[in-house]
């Protein structure tokens, strides 16, 4: 508790409670750099046994972090531990990885590119449960960016609706809803979850919305999988099915280091029929 306490003061705003009973925890790490260039989040779930007798179960977020560098990460952090059996070792691991981060900002190591991909790989990742729908394949930012007149530049910003979070071994999903007829609003609802420094730390923001256009009797539609393999189409599809229209839902999913395979669609989907059906 001492410990927590302390890295909450030392961290401040990076740092993010994402359950209290379960002890999980989350930290944004950059590099110092006044426009950061290199983020991680690191996740921890604290079992009973820690400090004295277990380690922290940790997860690694950085949509950059692959391979030969996460292992290289991963071995330091463990190392850390073995050095430092029985004691706390948060703040050292947040220190090593930051110092990480700096090399990699002072180093030529080009800038990372920022397309996340999902912890979970299936075999079989159940495409047919996406029917005949496809996923639009319009560049998301320029859907986003979509001409909006000056008088909708103004447009207030749509209330935002917050669903009950499911979680299942260790995983915590939970559904966001706002009404929205234009683009442009999708963006500022976007913008707006974002400010909330626990959805931001999510391992994936899954997204999809359709906007009824009456001028052209046609859907304005796109969804966004955030790394999370089709779950976007899967979540626009449902909003087919209900036959919703004018909103945006958003499923934040919070890793918890235990993979739930195709269950993690059926947990995306009830949270996000149970936000639409409210």
């Known amino acids: 508790i001492d410990e927590i306490e302390a890295l909450s003061s030392i961290y401040g705003e990076d740092w993010c409670v994402v359950d209290e009973d379960e002890k999980i925890y989350c930290i944004k790490i950059s590099d110092c750099l006044d426009q950061p260039k290199w983020t991680l989040c690191l996740q921890?779930?604290?079992p009973p046994g820690y400090p004295t007798a277990e380690p922290p179960i940790y997860q690694l977020n950085a949509p950059w972090l692959r391979g030969q560098d996460y292992t290289e990460l991963a071995n330091s952090l463990e190392e850390i531990y073995?050095?430092?059996?029985?004691?706390?070792?948060?703040?050292?691991?947040?220190?090593k990885i930051r110092e990480v981060l700096i090399e990699k900002a002072q180093s030529s190591d080009p800038e990372p590119n920022?397309?996340?991909t999902s912890e979970e790989v299936d075999e079989d990742?159940?495409?047919d449960f996406l029917l005949d729908y496809q996923p639009i394949q319009e560049d998301k930012i320029k859907m986003l960016n979509y001409m909006t007149s000056e008088s909708q530049e103004d447009e207030e910003l749509p209330p935002i609706h917050h669903g009950n979070p499911i979680t299942d071994r260790?995983?915590?999903?939970?559904?966001?809803?706002a009404p929205v007829v234009?683009?442009?609003?999708?963006?500022?609802?976007?913008?707006?979850?974002?400010?909330n420094k626990k959805i931001a730390s999510a391992t994936h923001n899954i997204y999809a919305y359709r906007i009824y256009c009456e001028d052209k009797q046609t859907f304005l539609q796109d969804c966004e999988d955030d790394g999370e393999t089709a779950a976007?189409?899967?979540?626009?599809?449902?909003?087919?099915?209900?036959?919703?229209?004018?909103?945006?839902?958003?499923?934040?999913?919070?890793?918890?280091g235990i993979l739930l395979g195709p269950d993690r669609f059926k947990h995306i989907n009830n949270c996000a029929r149970n936000i639409l059906v409210e």
């Open 125 to 127: 990742d159940g495409d």
């Open 170 to 177: 260790r995983s915590t999903f939970q559904a966001h809803l």
């Open 44 to 46: 921890v779930i604290l």
């Open 232 to 256: 976007g189409g899967r979540l626009l599809h449902l909003m087919q099915i209900l036959n919703v229209h004018n909103v945006l839902v958003v499923v934040s999913r919070w890793y918890g």
């Open 114 to 116: 920022i397309k996340k």
């Open 82 to 95: 073995v050095q430092n059996l029985g004691e706390s070792i948060l703040y050292l691991w947040v220190e």
């Open 182 to 195: 234009t683009p442009r609003q999708v963006k500022r609802v976007l913008e707006k979850l974002y400010e």
